[in-house]
């Protein structure tokens, strides 16, 4: 079985995840082929890969929400491969999905509120409106009738709320403006501040390295390398290469 | 003049019956996916209960409001987790054949012990008489009947689209695989939803067996309507679905006083002109 590469290095601080050999499938085609890493407490650790490396369905995978998958997956020290996701959730692991998944039969309040608080210390409304200033006007409004940026702010904001410590978020960044990106960038140093750790999937290199405290570089299925962003420099070609930037 | 006005009550009744039925079933497939052809039989069974309640324990009309909806409703959802939950994610044509097939059998047993005719049940002692309004002799059950349907209708529209609840059941119906990932039972929602929706056609029943006795093929002849009330209102469509349902009771009372001959056909008539227009419903949206 393969170990998760050298980023590895920081495992001796209190580990929240642990993935371990982790394999999965949509139907037939079998997607990731032994995935290894872990994140510890208050990290930001991203999954960087090209399109269709198998990111989202690692994250997906450890949500819960892949029939088919194999491996171990534990969350604070207890296994969770077999696990559903809504006890998952319950555990506190709070998921933001690529597409974003804002309900379109709901308003932005509703939307805001939808996810059942999971543990105490999630983010009061008050503190959410201060992250996220521009939700407190659209209240009213239709959840998807917010713009892209919009919608990516509600969709990290209401994961908020549930008092969840440990966030995945599934390239937030995606198809928005760069302004919008440096504040998504802003709101997630504040989060790590507030000790919230965050599992990321990015192809925005460029954001990522603004965030992250380690790397991942995931192709074919499996975790071919990964560093600390203080070696991100020595890196760089090798990460040129991956990524194909 | 007063045979416009008795036609206009009797189509609010029918009305009233198709708004309950088409309204648990736009529950069920707005949040199942399931077209729900037994429905017409769990009507029925709400009338069955009713029946039972009172003959074996003595219950009567009151009681039975209460206990026939819960009883169907465990049915219902007893149904859910053996049969409906294996269904999840393939066509639309599996729920109804197996839905049509649970129909045929519910009722097949019914029939098989009772018989095709009526079992009378009384109106309550309370709701017995009628009134004078001046213009037509008004029934005091059959008001009871169009205000309380209203009053279930509205609260059940209240419960969807205005409560935290409400907000979970449209959330799962457009991805419930997200809903659960935000640690919501979904499984357990879409069992009580089911309940919830053929609780409703219990009530329904409940509330007929006064008026139209008690049958097993009761439901059956009803369920057709029904579906054409859904179809035009817009499949998942709650509001739509009570609107609906008594607007097309009411034309097809007026039709019976106008041009008798098409009474039994001008809902389907207009479920047509409405495909042909609007395929996803007055009020539906497209998927």
Request: proline share 3%; charged share 15%.
């Amino acid at each position: 079985m393969a170990r998760a590469p050298a980023a590895n290095a920081a495992s001796s601080a209190a580990e929240v995840l642990s993935v371990q050999n982790l394999e999965a499938w949509y139907g037939e085609s079998h997607i990731l082929h032994g995935i290894n890493f872990n994140v510890n407490a208050g990290e930001v650790v991203t999954l960087l890969g090209r399109n269709g490396a198998g990111k989202t369905t690692t994250l997906k995978s450890v949500m819960g929400i892949i029939g088919k998958r194999s491996g171990s997956i534990r969350f604070n020290n207890s296994e969770i491969i077999r696990t559903s996701s809504d006890r998952i959730a319950r555990m506190g692991v709070a998921f933001c999905p690529e597409e974003r998944g804002i309900f379109a039969s709901l308003d932005v309040r509703e939307n805001l509120l939808l996810p059942p608080t999971v543990k105490q210390g999630g983010l009061s409304l008050e503190q959410i409106f201060d992250l996220f200033p521009n939700l407190k006007e659209r209240l009213k409004s239709q959840g998807t009738k917010l713009s892209g940026g919009e919608q990516q702010m509600l969709a990290i904001a209401r994961i908020l709320r549930t008092g969840a410590n440990f966030l995945m978020l599934d390239e937030p960044t995606e198809g928005l403006a760069p302004v919008i990106i440096q504040q998504i960038g802003e709101t997630i140093a504040r989060l790590k501040k507030q000790g919230f750790t965050i599992l990321l999937v990015e192809q925005n290199f460029r954001f990522a390295s603004t965030v992250a405290d380690r790397f991942y570089i995931v192709e074919h299925g499996r975790i071919i390398d990964g560093f600390a962003n203080s070696e991100l420099q020595a890196n760089m070609d090798k990460l040129h290469t991956y990524l194909g930037v | 003049m007063q045979a416009l006005y008795a036609q206009l009550l009797v189509g609010l009744i029918n009305g009233s019956f198709y708004a309950l039925l088409s309204l648990g079933l736009a529950v069920i497939f707005g949040m199942l996916n399931i077209i729900n052809f037994a429905h017409g039989a769990l009507y029925m069974m709400g009338a069955f209960c009713a029946y039972f309640l009172l003959s074996l324990t003595g219950l009567g009309y009151w009681w039975a409001l209460i206990v026939a909806p819960i009883v169907v409703g465990i049915f219902g959802m007893v149904l859910e987790r053996t049969l409906l939950k294996w269904l999840t994610g393939l066509d639309h044509l599996y729920g109804l054949l197996l839905t049509f097939g649970i129909a045929l059998i519910v009722q097949g047993v019914f029939q098989n012990y009772f018989g095709s005719s009526g079992l009378p049940y009384a109106i309550p002692d309370e709701l017995k008489g009628g009134m004078n309004l001046g213009f037509m002799f008004l029934p005091v059950y059959r008001g009871w009947v169009v205000v309380f349907s209203l009053i279930v209708c509205i609260a059940t529209w209240f419960l969807i689209e205005k409560t935290q609840l409400g907000a979970y059941l449209r959330a799962a119906t457009e991805n419930p695989t997200l809903v659960r990932a935000f640690g919501i039972n979904v499984p357990r929602m879409i069992t009580l939803t089911y309940g919830l929706g053929v609780g409703l056609a219990a009530l329904a029943g409940v509330l007929s067996a006064p008026i139209n006795q008690v049958r097993p093929l009761m439901g059956a002849d009803l369920i057709i309507v029904v579906f054409a009330v859904v179809v035009i209102g817009g499949m998942g469509s709650i509001m739509g679905s009570i609107i609906t349902g008594f607007a097309l009771g009411v034309i097809e009372g007026l039709t019976k006083y106008f041009y008798p001959e098409a009474s039994n056909t001008v809902v389907f008539v207009l479920m047509v002109l409405v495909l042909l227009v609007k395929p996803t419903g007055l009020t539906g949206r497209a998927a």
